[in-house]
């Protein structure tokens, strides 16, 4: 039986100036990685709800698969508003369906069969969904890669969660702003940002960090290995989903077995490209996804 990579966490949409679309950084994720021929899949729950058939609709139309208990929740949708430069702030709505996943037998027979899976910080801020959260990355195999894209969003996280998370993945994916806040909240706040990076990778035993700095260019972090790429130059339509795109490729391109070079390379290739289009689940082209199917 082939391994999943799992995005495990919110599935909401996100309600743009031009209208609602599909979107959950899980989600996102998990829709990315299966554009280079990896079998991946969304975990998450929905309202009985006319947005929760609709996610369905999109995720059958995109051939995600999925695992999506319905709950007596609305589905969750989260405001959405762009600045000039089409960077995104958000108003993310609470008590909503993906604040109440459930650990059902299918979700456990999921992370039992699961070669990646990236979660964050978001849908542990309801103890239901933190509770299955943490079981299911307790029954993940040995080697499977444990993805923290900690997402700092709003108020909607605290240390002791993120401190939970960190020593239960063995790959942590944060920005410049994040470390920042990262750097106060744990105490470390003097710094520069690499050598911020090195001691949380020492401190927690990972096995890699990656730090996005938006037009600041990305780095990777393991070691014996410091990967440097610049940010490309595009003509932004808008930010939302970008970084999810980039978690997606570079774990398509270290499952593939690509180095951490060639893998930090394609994965700021597609992060630039989903930059040009609008929402967060573009279709690749072709000279992307062949560098890892091909």
């Known amino acids: 039986m082939e ?15 031009e209208g609602a679309k599909l979107g959950g950084a899980p989600a996102n994720f998990a829709y990315h990685a299966s554009q280079f021929g990896h079998s991946a899949m969304a975990v998450s729950a929905l309202g009985n709800d006319a947005l929760g058939d609709q996610t369905i609709k999109e995720f059958d139309e995109k051939g995600l698969k999925y695992i999506m208990p319905r709950v007596e929740y609305p589905t969750g949708t989260v405001g959405v508003e762009l600045d000039a430069e089409g960077v995104p702030t958000y108003d993310i709505k609470t008590n909503v369906a993906w604040d109440n996943i459930p650990f059902t037998p299918e979700v456990e027979e999921a992370a039992r069969n699961c070669s990646a899976v990236c979660f964050g910080s978001l849908a542990q801020r309801s103890e239901t969904s933190r509770e299955t959260i943490r ?12 993805i923290f894209d900690i997402n700092l969003r709003s108020t909607f996280y605290t240390k002791e969660i993120i401190q939970d998370s960190l020593k ?5 994916k944060i920005n410049d702003e994040e470390l920042i806040t990262i750097g106060r909240l744990f105490g470390y706040p003097g710094l520069d ?3 911020k990076c090195w001691l949380i990778l020492g401190k927690y035993n990972l096995d890699m960090l990656v730090l996005t700095c938006g037009t600041n260019g990305s780095y990777v972090f ?3 290995v410091n990967s440097f790429q610049e940010t490309p130059k595009v003509s932004v339509a808008d930010t939302v989903g970008a970084g999810d795109s980039f978690t997606g490729a570079f774990t398509a391109a270290i499952l ?4 951490i070079q060639e893998a930090h390379a394609l994965a700021v290739q597609v992060s630039a490209f989903v930059c040009t289009q609008k929402g967060a689940m573009p279709r690749l082209p072709e000279e992307l996804t062949a560098q890892i199917k091909g």
């Not at 999943?4 to 909401?12: D, K, T, Y």
């Open 3 to 17: 391994r999943n990579i799992v995005g495990l966490g919110e599935a909401l949409w996100d309600v743009l100036p």
């Open 135 to 146: 079981k299911f990355l307790d029954a993940t195999p040995d080697d499977c890669l444990k």
């Open 168 to 172: 239960r993945c063995n790959i942590l």
């Open 193 to 195: 940002i690499e050598n």
């Open 222 to 224: 393991a070691p014996g």
């Open 256 to 259: 593939s077995g690509k180095t």
